[in-house]
């Protein structure tokens, strides 16, 4: 079973930078992609990115594209968030998660298995 673990989260001015990462405590043959949502207050939870395991395919929600990358580490079974040029408006819980089959990778209903999340804050 899969059980992402997140870390990374923290406070950053507007424009600066954050690294998320997410260690899946598993072999990476059971992983078919990992992903990246968030959660704003009194939002419901969205797409941020994803990332295949076998294929290295990334995806990413339009609001981020260009500043968001997201990333693998085999060796550690690890997936990173490179987060830059935040805005006030990124201030969210960021959830890893992981999936084990197919279907969208934007969709939140296709991962198996969550982390309990990071708070992200960017302030003004």
């Known amino acids: 079973q899969v059980q992402p673990v997140e870390s990374g989260g923290g406070l950053v001015q507007a424009g600066g930078s954050l690294r998320l990462s997410c260690a899946a405590s598993t072999r990476t043959s059971s992983i078919y992609a990992m992903g990246w949502f968030r959660q704003a207050p009194g939002k419901e939870r969205e797409f941020v990115a994803a990332i295949s395991w076998t294929r290295s395919s990334t995806w990413y929600a339009d609001s981020v594209k260009g500043r968001f990358v997201v990333s693998r580490d085999d060796a550690k079974t690890t997936v990173y968030l490179q987060m830059n040029s935040l805005k006030p408006e990124d201030t969210a819980v960021y959830y890893c998660?992981?999936?084990?089959?197919?279907?969208?990778?934007?969709?939140?209903?296709?991962?198996?298995?969550w982390g309990q999340g990071t708070q992200v804050t960017v302030s003004s």
């Open positions: 998660a992981a999936k084990s089959r197919g279907g969208s990778p934007y969709s939140s209903m296709t991962y198996d298995y």
